[in-house]
């Protein structure tokens, strides 16, 4: 039996209607940017596999450091024991996340590590005998799919069967203009606030919405005067896909937490850290276990997850990986006025190395048939584009060659010329 015909008797899919679905495509092996199924057809995996792969898949420095791992430690518990890889992972991101980022706590994936943060930041207010309950958010976010990151998200298809069941937050404008600053300091006001929770810079889930460094960092500043915690998800914009190593390094202001995954271990095994401010930390710190933070996973700190983590950041860091996604962002940015011609483009909008093509004329909601189409048309072309909605949108590895971009741009114009 075929692999895609064992998985229809077994594999429930995510974010999938089963009964409806198409019969999901086996990959057998991947190389680079470059995905293979069955009949060696290969797909230019130009999403970075749901936004994780940094550096192409089987990258081979990744691998040898997996190896050495493995043949050191794979796993222990992370409770009264630790590791030379969770250490040395944690010094480095010290080199590259916002100065006041000096504690982290392992966990493994984007939902956990948000979840942690939004624990943390409740308990933190109750460590000090202060009542601080209300969760703030923006329009439009999605957070993931615990209860916790389903709160602080946009009301969505995702969380439409559960809204009975999850707490309250207030969401505040999309920071567009100053309404959202108005909106924000109104609730400020109140003393009841206890966080903040945003993606800076870009929305990922609700199309790739954008917005800017200086209206975030107003923000940031009114809810350090209202003493209120900022917890930046920086789960899909970390590890450059914003131009920077994260989109808070664009900032002036730092946030109280940071909430990392996705492209933290290249794409490689799933891991995530929820990182905070040293007085944040602190105020957990006590003489009996009441104000302890008693939460964790059975693969915390996992030492081949961190193994992979070192060697994605060292990769990182490298001047030509560096240099790449400059290349990226700047080609993104040639393109873009080869669209100027098409009156059904509502808008397109580049942050770093995503790009994104926004269209009018279709329904804007994840359920979107423009979404199927476009979906459909690109794999026939051999590229891996899964569209948000009526948003078209690339987020490349960053090891993706010219002319493989090239065809995914000219793959989107004919598609373009296929709509007139």
């Known amino acids: 039996m075929s692999i895609t015909k064992t998985d229809q008797q077994y594999i429930w899919h ?14 057998v092996r991947a190389q680079g940017s470059l995905l293979f199924d069955e009949n060696n057809k290969s ?22 450091r997996l190896d050495e791992q493995h043949q050191k430690l794979a796993h222990i518990m992370f409770a009264g024991f630790t590791h030379e890889s969770a250490t040395v992972l944690c010094k480095e991101l010290t080199t590259v996340l916002p100065k006041n980022q000096a504690k982290f706590f392992f966990s493994g994936d984007g939902s956990s590590a948000v979840e942690i943060a939004l624990k943390m930041a409740i308990q933190y207010w109750r460590n000090k005998g202060i009542k601080k309950q209300k969760i703030l958010a923006l329009d439009g976010g999605y957070h993931g799919e615990t209860f916790g990151a389903m709160s602080a998200g946009a009301k969505s298809i995702f969380s439409a069967h559960f809204q009975d069941y999850l707490f309250e937050v207030t969401h505040l404008p999309f920071p567009t ?12 006001q109140s003393g009841e606030v206890a966080a903040f929770i945003f993606e800076p810079l870009v929305q990922g889930a609700s199309g790739m919405r954008m917005y800017q460094s200086p209206m975030l960092d107003k923000m940031i500043a009114l809810c350090k005067k209202y003493q209120t915690l900022t917890i930046a998800d920086e789960v899909m914009t970390g590890f450059g896909r914003t131009g920077t190593y994260f989109a808070c390094n664009q900032l002036q202001q730092e946030v109280d937490f940071m909430c990392l995954s996705k492209g933290l271990s290249g794409g490689t095994l799933p891991i995530s850290l929820t990182t905070c401010a040293q007085d944040i930390y602190n105020s957990f710190l006590g003489d009996d276990m009441s104000t302890a933070f008693l939460h964790g996973h059975s693969y915390t700190g996992n030492a ?9 950041l060292e990769l990182l860091k490298k001047e030509d990986c560096q240099n790449r996604i400059k290349e990226i962002a700047n080609n993104h940015h040639q393109f873009t006025p080869k669209l100027s011609s098409y009156p059904f483009i509502k808008d397109i909008r580049q942050t770093g190395t995503i790009l994104a093509i926004e269209l009018q004329s279709y329904n804007s909601s994840y359920t979107s048939s423009i979404k199927d189409d476009m979906y459909a048309y690109f794999m026939e072309k051999g590229i891996n584009l899964r569209p948000l909605g009526n948003v078209l949108y690339i987020l490349p590895p960053y090891c993706i060659t010219d002319a493989e971009l090239n065809h995914i ?11 007139k």
């Open 304 to 312: 081949l997850g961190c193994a992979a983590a070192i060697a994605s």
């Open 409 to 419: 741009y000219d793959s989107i114009l004919s598609f373009f010329e296929s709509l």
């Open 14 to 27: 995510p974010f999938t209607q089963m009964k409806t679905a198409k019969e999901a495509i086996a990959i």
């Open 177 to 188: 203009n100053e309404n959202c600053l108005i909106e924000l300091e109104k609730q400020l």
């Open 43 to 64: 797909y230019i995996d130009a999403i970075s596999s749901w936004w994780v792969n940094l550096h192409g898949h089987a990258h081979p420095y990744i691998r040898q």
